[in-house]
Structures are given as C-alpha cells and as structure tokens.
C-alpha cells in the first residue's frame, strides 16, 4: 500500500508540474493585471489541493503522511529535470495548432458569413437609394407632363374666363372678391376654434 501511495504521489508531483507549465502557457500571467493573477493561482492551487487529496482518497482512504509531500516533491522535480523541456515543446506545438485552427475558424466564419452579409446588406442598401432616386426622378418627370397637359388644356378655359371676367360690371366682381372675403374669414375662425380646441 505505502509503495503504490508513493508511486501515485510522485505521478502526481509530476501533474502538478505539468499542469502548471500548462497554466502559464496558456494564462500568459505577465499579461495580466495583479487582481487576476492573484485570484487565478488560488483557484489554480486550490485544484490541485484538491486533486492530491482525491488520489489520497482512493490510494489509501485519504490518509496524510508527512513523507506523501516529500514524495509530491520527488515527482515535481523529476518532472523539473527529465520531462519539463520535452513536455512545453509538445505543448507549444499543441498550443500553435490550436491556434492556427481558431484562426482558420473565424477567417472561414467571416469569409463565409460575416463577408456575405456585409455585401448583401450593402447591396440592399444602394437597391433602396437608388429606388428612391429613380421613384423621385420619375415622380418629377410626370409631375412635370401632367402639370404642362393640364395647363395647356386648360389655358383655353382660362382665357375666356379673364375674357369674361373683365367684361363683367365692376360691381359684380367687388361682390364676387367680397364673398370670397368673407368665406376665407369664416375658414380661419373655424380653424382657430379647431387649434384653440385641440
């Protein structure tokens, strides 16, 4: 029993080196502020604690002994002098694959997405000044004939009536301006009383 707690030990000094090579490739804690590094090495050792403690529970039902830190130290250091140098090699190398492929994933994302949408939001966008412009321009252009078709239709009309017009008394024309007078006073009091109203 005490053989195989110490084999368990010394493979678990051994994690606990790995995984902290692990944490600093990957937490990059000189990039950090203080507050967080701070916090994240508690929550790092406090895992590990943890971990000892649970293969102490299974090896031999969580019984400490003070030669068990002594043999976590044996296994960290052979871990120092034997494995370290190979071990961050391989997990550069893991560490840059997983970011090329990341990298590869969002340039497909936007390339294949992101991209798309840009250009057919764009495409939309200038569809619908366009429309606008051409929807003005042709209002414009028929304002214009149906403005000039009126008119010359009814210029005829219109000569006549200042023809008849001028040859109406002149009394009858002072009563027609009074009448007209009159209904634009009565038209703005009522719409007075309207705004006065609301």
């Not at 943890?50 to 002994?65: A, C, E, K, S």
């Not at 494995?83 to 969002?106: A, G, N």
């Not at 294949?112 to 209002?139: A, D, E, K, M, S």
Request: with cysteine; hydrophobic share 55%.
């Amino acid at each position: 029993m005490q053989f195989t707690t110490l084999l368990a030990m010394i493979g678990t000094g051994m994690i606990i080196g790995a995984s902290f090579d692990t944490y600093a490739h990957i937490f990059n804690r000189s990039e950090r502020h203080r507050l967080i590094v701070w916090i994240a090495d508690i929550l790092f050792w406090v895992v590990q604690a943890l971990y000892v403690f649970y293969t102490l529970l299974v090896i031999n039902n969580g019984q400490v002994r003070l030669y068990i830190f002594f043999t976590i130290l044996c296994g960290y250091a052979a871990y120092q002098a034997l494995f370290q140098r190979m071990y961050v090699r391989l997990l550069q190398k893991i560490i840059h694959i997983f970011v090329t492929l990341y990298r590869l994933i969002v340039r497909m994302f936007y390339y294949t997405i992101i991209l798309p949408l840009r250009l057919l939001y764009r495409f939309f966008v200038f569809l619908f000044i366009t429309t606008c412009h051409v929807v003005l321009l042709v209002g414009k252009i028929l304002y214009k004939v149906i403005y000039g078709c009126t008119r010359f239709l009814l210029q005829p009309f219109i000569w006549i009536g200042r023809f008849a017009w001028g040859k109406t008394p002149f009394r009858f024309q002072a009563t027609v301006v009074r009448f007209f007078r009159i209904g634009k006073g009565v038209f703005l009091r009522i719409a007075n009383m309207f705004r006065k109203k609301g």
